[in-house]
């Protein structure tokens, strides 16, 4: 009895070793139930981050109607990619970034693996900085008062924790977390949209360029999921339907993302500014006494979205070629995702807006590299690859001229993006640029 317990006692912390990163999860470990798929995708995108962006998007120039579509565009462009990312894990049963050697060589998936790492790194600070705040302010109802970086170190430390367990307390963390917020934040939602001040009957120009820069920040807000997507489905049995799995990730991001930044379009008449601090002050006062609920909410709603970057964070650490364990790269992605929060607190929006925005440079080619391989090739004829692969060239050299002649941010702005008046169209050419070259010169899928 004792020796058949131990393994069960055990089996909630995912294996430690680099080696099981690399590899494919065994068979006999694959027994994920299919719903998880949903609260994988559903859960992350739970917090204030979404309605921050819907708040934003008022700030940026739109009025509600155009805001309204940029949020139903954007977020449909973004997630489709995602969900269609989702569908390798199960075949392959390998991380999201393994699973990119097959186009890029084991030497190519270095590069876009280490930045993928600092990606997870940066969403930590993005996740953290409102949850932060939000637990203090918690606290401080109770008369406690907790300094800024205590407070964030107290959720840095249970995500942390999650993450060292790995993907199947990540896992149940998206599920059970993930149902709990869900009623909290649908419960928010109804009595703010009821007593919130919305500009529903505001209407005003909006210039095509402000529309595409408001569609381009609602598309990373899902496409930024793309290089996590099978990290989270390599553990369902690889007879698993690959439609289901696709359609049932497509419904979790945007039964998330879209309700919460349509709702942070309707409470922009009442919050002063885009900032979580902003949003925070406004729940507390338009919800009375649900305020106290809302900021606990806010503070747990960081720990399903943390977990989850500090998990992929690292297996990204190892796939960039760094031997260690994995616990000791989870380790090292919360410290500094803690280091990267208190560094950036006050300064949330920039921070925010430029972060989503420049990463897409990187993620989009390298999404369109991965899901031509995927599919539009024959996958018998591709095996994995050793070295630095066609593929690996097309997306350095699209990401480096993407970023060069198309970026807008208040750090750089290419010349082709000053020539459309600031809009921001390079994620689009990096994809479709990325995708078609590497497609074009691939052998394709054999007829049966």
Same mark, same amino acid.
């Given at each position: 009895?004792?020796q058949?317990? %131990?393994?069960?006692?055990?089996?909630?912390?995912?294996?430690?070793?680099?080696a099981a990163?690399?590899e494919p !999860?065994p068979? $006999?470990?694959?027994?994920?139930?299919?719903?998880?798929v949903?609260w994988?995708?559903?859960?992350?995108?739970?917090?204030?981050?979404?309605?921050?962006?819907?708040?934003? @998007?008022?700030?940026?120039?739109?009025?509600?109607?155009t805001?309204?579509?940029? !949020?139903?565009?954007?977020?449909l462009?973004?997630a489709?990619?995602v969900?269609?990312?989702?569908?390798?894990? +199960?075949?392959?049963?390998?991380?999201?970034?393994?699973?990119?050697?097959?186009?890029?060589?084991?030497?190519?998936?270095?590069?876009p693996?280490?930045?993928?790492?600092?990606?997870?790194v940066?969403w930590?600070?993005v996740?953290?900085? +409102?949850?932060?705040?939000?637990?203090?302010?918690?606290?401080?109802?109770?008369?406690? $008062?907790?300094?800024f970086?205590?407070?964030?170190g107290?959720l840095?430390?249970?995500?942390m *924790?999650?993450?060292?367990?790995?993907?199947?307390?990540?896992?149940?963390?998206?599920?059970?977390?993930?149902a709990?917020?869900?009623?909290?934040?649908?419960?928010?939602?109804?009595?703010?949209?009821?007593?919130?001040?919305a500009?529903?009957?505001?209407?005003?120009p909006?210039?095509?360029?402000?529309?595409?820069?408001?569609?381009?920040?609602?598309?990373?807000?899902?496409?930024?999921?793309?290089?996590?997507s099978s990290?989270?489905?390599?553990?369902l049995?690889?007879s698993?339907?690959?439609?289901?799995?696709v359609l049932l990730a497509?419904a979790?991001?945007?039964?998330?993302?879209?309700?919460?930044?349509i709702l942070?379009l309707?409470?922009a008449g009442s919050?002063?500014?885009?900032?979580?601090?902003a949003v925070? %002050?406004?729940?507390?006062?338009?919800?009375?006494?649900l305020?106290t609920?809302?900021?606990?909410a806010?503070? @747990?709603?960081?720990?399903?979205?943390?977990?989850?970057?500090d998990n992929?964070?690292?297996y990204?650490?190892?796939?960039?070629g760094?031997h260690?364990p994995?616990?000791a %790269?989870?380790? *090292?992605?919360?410290t500094?995702?803690y280091g @990267?929060?208190?560094?950036?607190?006050?300064?949330? %929006?920039?921070f925010?807006?430029?972060?989503?925005?420049?990463?897409?440079?990187?993620?989009?080619?390298w999404t369109?590299i991965?899901?031509?391989?995927?599919?539009?090739t024959?996958?018998?004829l591709? +095996?994995?690859?050793k070295?630095?692969?066609r593929?690996?060239?097309?997306?350095?050299?699209?990401?480096?001229?993407?970023?060069g002649?198309?970026s807008?941010s208040s750090?750089?702005?290419?010349?082709?993006? $000053?020539?459309?008046?600031?809009a921001?169209?390079g994620?689009?050419?990096?994809?479709f640029?990325?995708?078609?070259?590497?497609?074009?010169?691939?052998?394709?899928?054999?007829?049966?």
């Open positions: 009895m004792t058949d317990a %131990a393994p069960r006692a055990y089996a909630i912390m995912e294996d430690m070793s680099a990163v690399r !999860v068979q $006999r470990l694959k027994t994920m139930k299919m719903d998880r949903f994988s995708h559903f859960a992350p995108n739970l917090g204030p981050g979404g309605w921050v962006t819907g708040a934003l @998007l008022v700030s940026m120039g739109l009025d509600f109607k805001g309204v579509a940029a !949020v139903l565009i954007g977020n462009i973004g489709l990619p969900a269609l990312a989702a569908a390798i894990g +199960p075949s392959t049963g390998l991380t999201q970034m393994e699973a990119s050697r097959r186009a890029l060589g084991q030497k190519g998936l270095r590069l693996a280490f930045l993928n790492w600092i990606y997870c940066g930590d600070a996740n953290n900085l +409102p949850a932060a705040t939000a637990l203090i302010a918690l606290l401080l109802t109770s008369g406690v $008062r907790l300094p970086w205590l407070a964030l107290v840095a430390g249970v995500q *924790l999650a993450s060292i367990y790995g993907h199947h307390v990540v896992q149940a963390l998206q599920k059970y977390l993930g709990f917020l869900l009623f909290a934040f649908g419960l928010i939602g109804i009595v703010f949209a009821i007593r919130g001040q500009p529903l009957s505001i209407h005003h909006v210039s095509v360029t402000t529309f595409l820069l408001a569609v381009g920040v609602l598309v990373s807000f899902n496409l930024s999921w793309a290089s996590y990290d989270y489905t390599r553990y049995p690889a698993s339907n690959p439609t289901k799995v497509l979790g991001l945007l039964a998330s993302a879209i309700p919460f930044q942070g309707i409470s919050v002063a500014n885009a900032s979580p601090t925070i %002050a406004s729940l507390q006062h338009t919800l009375g006494p305020g609920f809302a900021l606990a806010i503070a @747990l709603s960081s720990i399903t979205g943390n977990s989850f970057n992929t964070a690292s990204s650490l190892i796939s960039a760094f260690i994995r616990v %790269a989870a380790i *090292l992605t919360a500094l995702g @990267l929060a208190v560094a950036g607190a006050g300064r949330y %929006a920039t925010y807006t430029d972060y989503l925005m420049v990463t897409m440079y990187w993620i989009a080619p369109g991965v899901l031509a391989d995927w599919y539009c024959d996958h018998a591709r +095996p994995a690859q070295g630095w692969t593929g690996a060239t097309i997306f350095t050299l699209t990401s480096a001229l993407t970023i002649l198309f807008t750090l750089y702005t290419g010349p082709i993006a $000053r020539w459309l008046d600031g921001d169209i994620y689009y050419v990096g994809f640029v990325a995708a078609g070259c590497y497609a074009a010169g691939m052998p394709r899928r054999t007829s049966s």
